[in-house]
């Protein structure tokens, strides 16, 4: 009996055999996982896609064409980063250094010594780009108590194409008016760090006193431009990273606007 039944174990496991297609198995298939062919270009298109969005965001930015903002997007922060610290930037900073250069030197000067130029001080003549490398170039949202901290070192580097625009302007005649939105506190640093940077001689240093305080930029420039209009300057030129250090009222003939996709001052 147990023959028999051995052998009718052969005969089933041979008819079984028998049925299955050369591509079957007896024992589970391996999980295979196949990526799309197509996957890298899908990669690329995507970074692609994003280096546009930031550049047309930094576009509108320095079109003036954005609502409020406090920090930069997220997804922005490798490529602000590599903008401002790679040759781009470079680039763009000496190209309005540049056309404002040959701008003063097309201009008239009166003989009255009434000619002048307003330059801002951060991101336009003096560097603050070591604090904020340690800031995520923008990504955190603006803190006084540790900017300020950082002003008191004194030791923000020049923007060598303003400090040759600067000398330029100088040289040509013009009265060199500078005016921050640094508080009359930080003077004496303000000084110190301009000095040390290469920007000696100026005709005003105009900071923010206690009654300015809390004023937006725009306003507070504005009532600064009217003081010296009144005081009968004519503004033939204003350099700037802001466009609150710009527009509103007396405004100068020409005005030369930094790029600075880092941080916005209304």
Same mark, same amino acid.
């Given at each position: 009996?147990?023959?028999?039944?051995?052998?009718?174990?052969? /005969?089933?496991?041979?008819?079984? /055999?028998?049925?299955?297609?050369?591509?079957?198995?007896?024992?589970?298939?391996?999980?295979?996982?196949?990526?799309?062919? &197509?996957?890298?270009?899908? +990669?690329?298109?995507?970074?692609?896609?994003?280096?546009?969005?930031?550049?047309?965001?930094?576009?509108?930015?320095?079109?003036?064409?954005?609502?409020?903002?406090?920090?930069?997007?997220?997804?922005?922060?490798?490529?602000?980063?590599?903008?401002?610290?790679?040759?781009?930037?470079?680039?763009?900073?000496?190209?309005?250094?540049?056309?404002?250069?040959?701008?003063?030197?097309?201009? @008239?000067?009166?003989?009255?010594?009434?000619?002048?130029?307003?330059?801002?001080?951060? @991101?336009?003549?003096?560097?603050?780009?070591?604090?904020?490398?340690?800031?995520?170039?923008?990504?955190?949202? +603006? *803190?006084?108590?540790?900017?300020?901290?950082?002003?008191?070192?004194?030791?923000?580097?020049?923007?060598?194409?303003?400090?040759?625009?600067?000398? @330029?302007?100088?040289?040509?005649? /013009? #009265?060199?008016?500078?005016?921050?939105?640094?508080?009359?506190?930080?003077?004496?640093?303000?000084? @110190?760090?301009?000095?040390?940077?290469?920007?000696?001689?100026?005709?005003?240093?105009?900071?923010?006193?206690?009654?300015? *305080?809390?004023?937006?930029?725009?306003?507070?420039?504005?009532?600064?431009? &009217?003081?010296?209009?009144?005081?009968?300057?004519?503004?033939?030129? #204003?350099?700037?990273?802001?466009?609150?250090?710009?527009?509103?009222?007396?405004?100068?003939?020409?005005?030369?606007?930094?790029?600075?996709?880092?941080?916005?001052?209304?």
């Amino acid at each position: 009996m147990g023959l028999l039944r051995f052998i009718l174990f052969l /005969f089933l496991f041979a008819v079984a /055999f028998s049925l299955e297609s050369p591509n079957s198995h007896l024992l589970p298939r391996p999980l295979i996982i196949q990526y799309p062919e &197509n996957i890298e270009n899908q +990669f690329k298109e995507s970074v692609e896609e994003l280096q546009l969005q930031c550049t047309s965001w930094r576009f509108a930015v320095e079109a003036n064409n954005l609502s409020p903002w406090k920090t930069i997007p997220p997804e922005c922060g490798d490529f602000v980063k590599d903008y401002i610290m790679g040759r781009a930037y470079g680039i763009d900073i000496e190209r309005v250094s540049k056309e404002a250069a040959d701008y003063a030197r097309s201009v @008239e000067l009166g003989e009255d010594g009434k000619d002048a130029w307003v330059f801002d001080v951060d @991101e336009t003549l003096l560097s603050n780009l070591p604090y904020y490398a340690d800031h995520g170039y923008g990504l955190e949202v +603006f *803190d006084g108590v540790k900017f300020d901290k950082w002003v008191e070192t004194a030791t923000a580097p020049p923007i060598e194409s303003s400090l040759k625009l600067y000398e @330029e302007v100088l040289k040509l005649g /013009f #009265n060199v008016f500078l005016l921050t939105g640094r508080g009359e506190k930080q003077r004496g640093v303000t000084v @110190e760090n301009l000095i040390n940077a290469g920007f000696r001689y100026w005709d005003k240093l105009v900071l923010r006193a206690s009654e300015d *305080d809390g004023k937006l930029a725009t306003v507070y420039k504005s009532e600064k431009r &009217n003081e010296m209009v009144e005081e009968g300057y004519r503004i033939l030129g #204003n350099s700037g990273d802001q466009w609150s250090d710009l527009l509103g009222s007396s405004m100068s003939t020409r005005s030369f606007k930094l790029p600075n996709p880092m941080y916005y001052i209304p």
